[in-house]
T-cell receptor, first 118, second 111 residues
Framework: GAGVSQSPRYKVAKRGQDVALRCDPISGHVSLFWYQQALGQGPEFLTYFQNEAQLDKSGLPSDRFFAERPEGSVSTLKIQRTQQEDSAVYLC????????????????FGPGTRLTVT | QKEVEQDPGPLSVPEGAIVSLNCTYSNSAFQYFMWYRQYSRKGPELLMYTYSSGNKEDGRFTAQVDKSSKYISLFIRDSQPSDSATYLCAMISNRDDKIIFGKGTRLHILP
């Protein structure tokens, strides 16, 4: 079966441009997470969706970052007015478990989108 | 101090050796302890998880959690060149659903 897919795999943006990153989770997975991974670091939590509801956005670094999952499946992470410090790999993960349930630790990651802001 | 500390390496060992990777943490609310493997330009892949304290074995891999010391380990027996990757420890507390990752340790298995 298909895993988590993300597109584009690579994105180069000029400083100040807006970008949109797409995540297609595993079909039927209730929970969806976005993480940011800087070079040489572990992934850092950005935001969490349970179906279409964004239950936690505490990791979004600024109000330039916005995420949505309008129909409870595909999700988009949008970054407005990109800055150089936004350069990182953006990872999406999905889980069949709901928040607070045993099993939420089993998150399946996509390959990531590598964003470079010049 | 970060919630999860992990030596970034790199760690180079000869093929067939036993590899020991470890992390320390500060948040006593962590309940699930995971190890992910990440190959270059790929997403992390869940290798093993342990709930609370104890040991868990899966093939050549053994995960240990010592909650009293806030210390977790991953052992790889009979290491193979294909084990060369970055290994990330990760934890979830009983208060929210965020995975907190260590920095990752880069491991090289030398043929």
């Amino acid at each position: 079966g298909a895993g988590v897919s993300q597109s584009p795999r690579y994105k180069v943006a000029k400083r100040g441009q807006d970008v949109a990153l797409r995540c297609d989770p595993i079909s039927g997975h209730v929970s969806l997470f976005w993480y940011q991974q800087a070079l040489g670091q572990g992934p850092e939590f950005l935001t969490y969706f349970q179906n279409e509801a964004q239950l936690d956005k505490s990791g979004l670094p600024s109000d330039r970052f916005f995420a949505e999952r309008p129909e409870g499946s595909v999700s988009t992470l949008k970054i407005q007015r990109t800055q150089q410090e936004d350069s990182a790999v953006y990872l999406c993960a999905s889980s069949p478990a709901r928040g607070g349930q045993a099993g939420i630790h089993e998150q399946y990651f996509g390959p990531g989108t590598r964003l470079t802001v010049t | 101090q970060k919630e999860v500390e992990q030596d970034p390496g790199p760690l180079s060992v000869p093929e067939g050796a036993i590899v020991s990777l470890n992390c320390t943490y500060s948040n006593s609310a962590f309940q699930y302890f995971m190890w992910y493997r990440q190959y270059s330009r790929k997403g992390p892949e869940l290798l093993m998880y342990t709930y609370s304290s104890g040991n868990k074995e899966d093939g050549r891999f053994t995960a240990q959690v010592d909650k009293s010391s806030k210390y977790i380990s991953l052992f790889i027996r009979d290491s193979q060149p294909s084990d060369s990757a970055t290994y990330l420890c990760a934890m979830i507390s009983n208060r929210d659903d965020k995975i907190i990752f260590g920095k990752g340790t880069r491991l090289h298995i030398l043929p």
